[in-house]
């Protein structure tokens, strides 16, 4: 996910969907066996397909009075012999299958050669320096080069390509210290959210010997002398890929030491599932303390002033958990925040650090009809990002909050970045729509005029394209809105291929972007629609109440109501439609696939969090129980377990064909909850379409992936779908 300017904690977790195992669990486990001894049993396989045999075993927990049985237990062991046994059978099987359709080949060409161009990463600028990343068209991972001026050589100063032989360790984050001299970057390998710290030196290309291992969810942030850096992490795990994160810590590295030698921070130890993250501000004067739990949208903020990472304990300066507060910067003690406290759709703030009375807080830049999608404090100026109707509009303000002037955007798309400098005259950011890849752009910050730095040449033509906008009516009477791209002079006959995407959560917002799969869809006559539900944060708090904890079927409704619409305005229909979405939205897709069955062609649900009883076992899920609630919740439990799409599976029902995606090595969303639900919908479904799962190896939640596996990815997509919903026929 693209994240905005304003990255507060809270919103970043909540793109990650996040994992834990509870010591004592949700539930009374009755009877359990990690390698149950039942012989297999499977349901007899539609014509043509025999699937791998999956054993079910006798594992029933007890939810506040209510049996549920568990028969896939022992597929949460992703490393055990039955289960790799079991995932190399699917594995062989989903191969057989796509392989053997007879566009596949063309269609990987096809989609090879339009991957095949130059793109970059918006440039960030510090103490005079440029530092961008480049991918020459077909790198396994994008290049961080660096110059003295943007008219400059730029050399490489990191290059993940060299760090594996199958191009799947990625560079996964960078901080610049404030001289220039170094910069400490994060790797992650095979996909996983652990990240490994290193520190290079900028003007030589040599790394130190600093090491940081077994961080998560953090940045670095350098202290004012760039002495070390701040970085969160976890204790090192027994088992990487399940373990629960809890219990982060904050420590103080300092360059040229151990490990081992680093200076805790700041710890909760009563308070296991709460993290945290220090920003030292621009100026070097301060350092405030973000204290986020879970992927709720609230968080506390602590301050002090910048000393020895031993020095004075932080202080509370909005600690009452009652809101959103993301640091912008500062002039001197008066720092800015963007806020939802008392403004659902965002406002920004000045408070004196020094005396953070809220009665003394003031009102810069007010709530509005739009959504406050970030702000940056750059150039003297507060840039800031709007959505209007899912659509970015750009305005710039000075220090009083006064709107100067609103920036002039390409079209109907998205815009992000604005990073920089408090002094610095000049930002970066890009610009994207359906039918426009990234553009760069350099802004002059004191007069709002942007001049185009580079643009993506890809082999396609954006004019043989439309996009609209339209806003349809969702079970409870919601208008929500929804975008729809096609080639020009579609025919709204019913017979096009339909491919319907969505999320709907965790306040993330689905915007205009370009992406070469969906034009190659396109290109193959598909209608690509992206419905904007309730969950996400296109209309701020407000909508994204709207669809998390006892409204999620709220999401649901909507999804399943974008396809009616689409169907009855003749884009498409039932047998001619897929369903996509990653994540929570693989929850999304296997919900409305469990829900609606008959209303869609095929299915896609990709790292889907699929066992809503269990979710919160693993890794960092406990997290997402802001959004979702959890099954030891008396109340909470009925309503969990009434969408859950591995429990809602229903024997003798003919499902629509479905490609389950996931990965071995997801810490995220771990692979047991595709398993699983791939295994029982094997058993229990009725017809003589397929029932697949792929499974990606060396991968992750997505993140990360070499450009091979997502070109393999994007193929095996579309010649499913040109399988299953018969393009062209």
Same mark, same amino acid.
């Given at each position: ?10 919103? @970043? ?18 009877? =359990? ?20 045999? #999956?054993? @079910? ?9 209510? =049996?549920?049985?568990?028969?896939? @237990? ?14 190399? %059978? ?29 793109? +970059? ?144 921070? &700041? ?8 993290? +945290? ?59 800015? +925040? ?79 970045? +604005? ?14 729509? &359906? ?49 729809? #791209? ?15 995407? %969505?999320? $709907? ?19 193959? $006559?598909? !209608? ?6 309730? /969950? ?9 109440? /709207? ?30 439609? #897929? ?21 869609? $062609? ?49 024997? /003798? ?15 995220? !969303?771990?692979? =047991? ?57």
């Amino acid at each position: 996910m693209i994240h905005t300017p304003r990255q507060s904690l809270p919103r @970043r977790l909540a793109a990650l969907l996040l994992p834990s195992t509870l010591a004592g669990g949700v539930a009374l486990t009755l009877a =359990a066996c990690a390698k149950p001894a039942a012989p297999p049993s499977v349901a007899p396989p539609p014509a043509g397909y025999s699937y791998p045999a #999956a054993a @079910r075993g006798p594992v029933i927990d007890d939810y506040h009075g209510t =049996a549920v049985a568990d028969p896939y @237990r022992w597929l949460e062991d992703p490393d055990s012999p039955e289960t790799r046994a079991w995932v190399d %059978g699917q594995v062989a099987l989903t191969r057989s299958v796509l392989d053997a359709v007879p566009q596949r080949a063309a269609l990987r060409a096809r989609i090879e050669k339009m991957w095949n161009y130059e793109r +970059f990463g918006a440039p960030s600028k510090v103490n005079g320096q440029y530092f961008w990343t480049r991918n020459d068209g077909l790198q396994a991972q994008a290049v961080l080069y660096t110059a003295s001026s943007l008219s400059a050589e730029p050399r490489v100063l990191i290059d993940p390509n060299q760090m594996s032989k199958d191009g799947t360790v990625s560079l996964a984050g960078t901080s610049v210290s404030n001289n220039g001299k170094y910069i400490a970057y994060a790797t992650s390998d095979g996909g996983s959210d652990w990240r490994t710290w290193r520190v290079r030196e900028v003007a030589t290309g040599a790394d130190l010997l600093d090491t940081v291992e077994w961080s998560k969810f953090s940045g670095a942030s350098w202290a004012p002398d760039d002495s070390g850096f701040y970085y969160s992490r976890y204790e090192t795990p027994k088992n990487p890929l399940e373990q629960v994160n809890d219990n982060q810590k904050v420590y103080f590295h300092k360059l040229g030491t151990p490990q081992t030698a680093d200076v805790l921070v &700041f710890a909760d130890a009563a308070h296991p599932q709460r993290g +945290f993250g220090v920003t030292v501000s621009e100026d070097g004067m301060h350092e405030l303390l973000s204290v986020w739990e879970g992927t709720e949208t609230k968080n506390r903020v602590w301050y002090r002033p910048t000393g020895s990472p031993t020095g004075r304990p932080f202080t509370p300066l909005m600690d009452n958990f009652d809101a959103q507060y993301s640091y912008l910067g500062n002039e001197g003690d008066l720092a800015w +925040f963007w806020t939802d406290k008392d403004a659902p759709r965002g406002r920004v703030i000045a408070v004196n650090l020094k005396d953070a009375d809220p009665a003394k807080w003031k009102e810069l830049i007010p709530q509005r009809k739009e959504t406050l999608e970030g702000v940056t404090a750059v150039g003297g100026r507060l840039i800031a990002t709007w959505l209007r109707d899912a659509r970015s509009v750009v305005t710039l303000h000075d220090t009083t909050g006064k709107e100067l002037q609103e920036l002039a955007l390409p079209g109907v798309g998205s815009a992000g970045g +604005f990073g920089g400098e408090w002094d610095d005259p000049e930002s970066f950011y890009y610009y994207t729509s &359906f039918a426009t890849p990234t553009r760069l752009y350099r802004l002059d910050v004191k007069t709002a005029q942007s001049t185009l730095w580079k643009e993506s040449k890809v082999d396609f033509d954006p004019e043989a394209y439309e996009v609209k906008q339209v806003f349809y009516t969702s079970k409870d009477g919601t208008q929500v809105p929804m975008f729809i #791209a096609h080639k020009k002079g579609l025919s709204l006959d019913g017979k096009n291929p339909l491919l319907l995407y %969505g999320y $709907g959560g965790f306040n993330i917002s689905l915007t205009p972007s370009f992406s070469l799969s969906k034009v190659a869809w396109m290109e193959l $006559g598909g !209608v690509y629609a992206v419905a904007n539900l309730r /969950g996400g944060g296109e209309y701020g708090k407000e909508w994204h109440d /709207g669809g998390r904890l006892k409204n999620k079927q709220n999401v649901f409704d909507d999804f399943i109501a974008a396809a009616e619409f689409l169907h009855k305005e003749g884009y498409s229909s039932p047998a001619k439609t #897929a369903i996509q979405g990653g994540s929570n939205g693989g929850l999304l897709v296997g919900a409305a696939m469990t829900q609606r069955p008959e209303l869609f $062609g095929a299915a896609l649900p990709g790292v889907g969090v699929l066992d809503m009883l269990r979710y919160h076992l693993f890794t960092i899920g406990w997290a997402w129980a802001s959004d979702y609630g959890r099954s030891d919740d008396k109340e909470m439990f009925p309503i969990l377990y009434g969408y859950s799409p591995l429990h809602q599976l229903k024997e /003798g029902v003919r499902y629509p064909s479905t490609m389950v995606m996931t990965a071995d090595h997801d810490d995220r !969303v771990v692979p =047991a909850h595709s398993y699983k639900f791939a295994a029982e919908l094997q058993r229990v479904h009725k017809g003589e379409n397929p029932v697949l799962i792929r499974i990606d190896t060396r991968a992750g939640h997505g993140a990360g992936k070499s450009t091979e596996q997502i070109i393999d990815e994007t193929a095996d997509v579309l010649a499913f779908l040109v399988r299953e919903l018969k393009v062209g026929e």
